[in-house]
């Protein structure tokens, strides 16, 4: 290829803006279609006068790609235009032969403005009639693209492409001083990765991809034909229609453009001219709804990396912007979630409870002193379509809204806006922490009477013979007696807790749950987790309050974790399209990768080590310094899990709804199961047991080969005398 002499730019620069003012009158007339039809001498001048922008810092949307925890499974991608930017060395010889052959013979010889380009469109469209033939350089195009590419407004992107004189003129000023600041390799990279092929192929990547499957380096020169004679008009010549006369047509001149610039022997294009075109479609997913079926289940996590993302002011100041930077900045996203533990967490779920359910099952795992969510299966199929959904459980919207199953996009498991369930004793956990953060030792006595009147008001209108106070009882007669924190956490003994609860008032366990980050989404939980309320909120050890398995999951690993809460986490890395991390600024003007767990100490190790060995109890496990005085409530669990566990049951009234939580060293899972449409449709007793066996198993699972680690035992000061 002829290249141009570097240094005639600067020469010939002043020769053509002379060129330029001179024929003005002819890009007029070669380009008639301009509204009044004339350029005047102001607008001309100041359209000259202009200098062009930096077009080197202005790039066109990118799609961004997210990837599970191993880096090679891709989950989805978000785009508005479909487009990964890739450097001329990596596109095809062929496919740049092509589209210089198909729009611009004599790139390689004119300096941005193709001044016999613009006399023959002149000609062509005198003889026409109207505009039959343009005259835009590869050059001038590319400026075109790069102005609608870096438009803030809708007007300037109007005005970066509409037909007028003067936009004409700008485009070919703009061209010239271009080429003076790139070389002709980088702009010929920049168009190819701009231009639009139609079939929602924005840049030489995704075209090669969407009609060919395959990467740009590897496009044939039939392929690069038919691709370069796509940019001209790419509806009608668009090779993946009915009908490919069009397209093959267009790419025949192609291939013979590139035989008369000698790019293509005469005996190849004869032959080539008489192939069919060959595609190989694909089409790349966009969003969660597009999650490869084989991973289905994991668009509830998609979502929740979306809800996390609208969250996080290092892409925006507000959840638009921060909307259109996921879907246009071309973004690296390495999730957190591990396709092996997910697979594990998916097959514990479905095999306790079917799609077909009205009850909704599920389960989260966490990352201790990470916070990274390692899975989130749930037994839905994740689906806009609710056409074939079973009817609703609530009557009151019976034949109004469809049930939630087996179809939804509901954030079941949390991240979203939905409340969450009532988690039950699981709720003790906060109690048992802010006492021992107190100061109260694991061995506090208390002689548990079935029922307790409490100090606390009875907040529903209830039973009358309590003098207007909320007086809880225990699930079982074989509650009642002396316990302490091992004993009461492991029976789950509610008269216990409601008096541990009393001794180190409920504004102090409130407080530790809300550090431990549990938000309050309901208007009667908002009422009262409030400052002039919740030191009267008696029911909140026993779990009234609505919470999501996320919010569990995370709160529970911040015990594992000696203490140290870590916020959910969906990702391991974000990267910019540079391959930089993505950062945020501290209010310090620290600089911190998106990626970082956001991590507190929210009470001491001695505390953590003092509340798991209590929570060894429920598991069947042995603590080791206490006794869980002869039973517990999931005492299966250490033997299913086979190492050390900890965890907590719960049930709400009626066993309306069921949970269970339970850590190792390693990991923290969450389990419910409860109904999201109706929650008064209440599980029952018989299916209480489920969310027990599905994290015991999935903590199993997800742990097998790995070395056994032991949980640190508390202190004399923990335990007490």
């Not at 600067?10 to 070669?30: D, E, K, M, Y």
């Amino acid at each position: 290829m002829t290249q141009p002499d570097p240094s005639s730019s600067s020469r010939l620069a002043p020769v053509l803006r002379a060129g330029l003012i001179a024929g003005v009158a002819l890009a007029a007339i070669a380009f008639p279609l301009v509204g009044a039809g004339g350029l005047g001498a102001k607008a001309f001048s100041n359209a000259v006068s202009d200098h062009p922008q930096d077009l080197r810092q202005v790039h066109p949307a990118q799609t961004t790609y997210v990837y599970a925890a191993d880096g090679r499974t891709l989950l989805t991608m978000f785009y508005e235009e479909h487009r990964k930017y890739v450097p001329i060395n990596q596109i095809s010889p062929y496919m740049q032969q092509a589209i210089v052959a198909a729009e611009d013979s004599r790139f390689y010889q004119h300096h941005g403005v193709d001044a016999k380009g613009v006399v023959r469109a002149f000609v062509a469209n005198q003889q026409a009639g109207g505009v039959s033939q343009g005259a835009s350089t590869l050059t001038m195009q590319y400026v075109r693209m790069a102005l609608r590419d870096g438009a803030q407004t809708p007007k300037e992107a109007l005005e970066a492409t509409q037909q007028t004189s003067v936009r004409k003129v700008r485009e070919m000023e703009m061209a010239v001083e271009v080429e003076k600041e790139m070389t002709k390799s980088e702009i010929l990279e920049r168009y190819l990765n701009s231009a639009y092929f139609g079939h929602r192929a924005y840049g030489i990547y995704a075209a090669a991809e969407i009609f060919f499957s395959k990467r740009p380096a590897d496009l044939t020169p039939l392929e690069a034909a038919t691709l370069a004679g796509l940019v001209k008009a790419p509806s009608e010549y668009d090779p993946a229609s009915s009908d490919q006369k069009e397209a093959t047509d267009r790419r025949n001149y192609v291939v013979e453009r590139m035989r008369v610039m000698g790019y293509v022997s005469a005996q190849d294009a004869a032959a080539y001219k008489t192939q069919p075109i060959t595609l190989r479609l694909t089409t790349p997913p966009n969003d969660c709804v597009s999650i490869d079926k084989q991973y289905n289940s994991w668009g509830f996590f998609c979502d929740y990396l979306k809800a996390w993302w609208g969250q996080q002011p290092a892409f925006g100041d507000n959840y638009y912007e921060r909307e259109d930077k996921l879907r246009r900045g071309g973004y690296n996203i390495v999730t957190s979630i591990d396709p092996r533990v997910q697979k594990i967490a998916e097959e514990q779920v479905a095999s306790r409870e079917s799609t077909g359910s009205p009850f909704a099952h599920g389960v989260v795992v966490v990352e201790p002193g990470t916070g990274r969510v390692k899975a989130m299966a749930v037994n839905r199929i994740y689906s806009l379509d609710q056409s074939q959904n079973s009817p609703n459980s609530n009557a009151a919207l019976r034949g109004k809204v469809p049930g939630n199953y087996p179809n939804t996009v509901v954030p079941l498991l949390g991240g979203g806006d939905l409340p969450g369930y009532q988690a039950g004793s699981t709720f003790k956990m906060f109690t048992m922490l802010a006492a021992l953060n107190a100061g109260i030792p694991l061995s506090a006595s208390f002689n548990a009477p079935y029922k307790i009147t409490s100090i606390y008001p009875d907040g529903s209108g209830g039973p009358t013979d309590c003098g207007g106070l909320w007086c809880p009882s225990n699930a079982s007669g074989a509650m009642t007696g002396n316990q302490t924190m091992w004993s009461g956490f492991g029976k789950s003994v509610n008269t216990y807790f409601v008096w541990l609860e009393q001794k180190v008032g409920v504004d102090k366990v409130v407080e530790m749950a809300e550090k431990l980050g549990l938000k309050w989404r309901t208007d009667i939980d908002k009422t009262l987790a409030s400052p002039m309320k919740r030191r009267l909120w008696g029911s909140f050890t026993l779990g009234v309050s609505d919470v999501t398995p996320l919010e569990m999951a995370g709160a529970y690993a911040a015990v594992a974790a000696d203490g140290r809460y870590c916020e959910p986490l969906p990702v391991l890395s974000v990267s910019n399209p540079d391959g930089t991390p993505a950062t945020y600024q501290t209010a310090d003007g620290t600089t911190v990768p998106v990626a970082k767990g956001r991590c507190q100490q929210v009470f001491s190790p001695d505390v953590a080590r003092a509340a798991t060995d209590a929570a060894r109890c429920p598991t069947g496990d042995k603590p080791a310094r206490g006794g869980c005085g002869g039973w517990s409530t999931a005492d299966s669990v250490r033997g299913t899990v086979g190492r050390p566990v900890a965890g907590k049951t719960g049930t709400t009234d009626s066993t309306r709804s069921a949970w269970f939580v339970g850590y190792t060293p390693e990991l923290a899972a969450a389990s419910f199961i409860s109904d999201p449409d109706n929650p008064n449709n209440a599980v029952g007793d018989g299916q209480s047991n489920k969310p027990v066996d599905t994290v015991a198993n999935t903590l199993k699972g997800a742990l097998k080969d790995q070395p056994v680690r032991q949980f640190s035992a508390p202190s004399d000061a923990m335990v007490g005398s």
